[in-house]
């Protein structure tokens, strides 16, 4: 389902599950991902990351920068 | 629906923003964006890293962006005009960093094709916990095939050899070990000597150092003067003519063939 973007009633043939099932599936597993690891992958970096961002940015040529900010529309 | 997000050389994904409404654009998405409320607070980015370009020395670290943003001392957007040698130079390398958060773009499509179609999802709740679960996905692919990066493994080349000099006496690779200075903590409350001076303009020194010295992170006057800090139009300016010039200096041999 992330991976392919498939919708949900494609999966159901191979998966044998019907496409409710999948959605909610889908839906607890994602739930599960953000409880679980936005404290972990998604937040500020600590002292030590922000350290080797900076090395490689300085080494890029740019010291001080911490990264690149864009916005995407969905 | 707006995503904002904030990268480095490997896309990974060190801020994530979604849910802004999609009339929102670059510019005004940094309203209720978390890391512009963070920055609003003075609680981001950290103060007691400084590095020194073109001369001065610095406490804002800053991010590329694109001209989209507005001129706030926290961005380092390209130059509108790069009429002369130095502002093109400075943009030639300003691109190659500041596309790490447009290839993010590409990369994590490419990876979860989910988020190129989010209308599969009834709520707008499912919408958001479905971008974040990618982005921490992504982030995990990320981190496990890091030591597989061009750029990584040159930078642990950079590093051992480093350490080779070192060892050998020679203290040649001091260019990147400056590149920036962390203090061992804050120094009391007078982080924000700057904005004080600014401030307490009218008053006596022993007051304003007084006033310095009460200044706790979180206080209001701190706060103020952190936003007003990244938000410093003047200083962005100056950031760009420290950065170009820094730029000219170091990297002008390595650029100037590719303008």
Known sequence: ?74 | MVIESVCDEDTYIWHFFIGAPGSYNDTNVLASSPLMLDVNAGVWPPRNISYTLNGRTRRLLFYTADRGYPRYALFATPHPIPDTRKRSVYNRLQEPVRKDAERLYAVMPSRFNIVLRPARFTSVFRMINTGKAAAILHNMAIECTREDFVAQQRMQEQRSAACNEAIGGQGAFGGDQAAFVVDDGPSGGGVWGFSVSIETDGQSNSNGHEAEHDMAVGSLRYTDGAECEAKDTDAHYALLHDLSEHIYANRCRLLLPYL
């Open chain 1, 1 to 74: 389902m992330l991976g392919y973007g498939e919708p949900y009633d494609r999966p159901d043939e191979y998966c044998r599950l019907s496409r409710s099932t999948i959605a909610e599936a889908t839906r607890r597993l994602t739930v599960f991902i953000v409880n679980k690891w936005e404290p972990t992958y998604l937040h500020h970096p600590t002292e030590e990351e922000l350290k080797h961002i900076l090395t490689r940015n300085a080494a890029r040529g740019m010291p001080g920068c911490i990264g690149a900010i864009d916005c995407t529309h969905w």
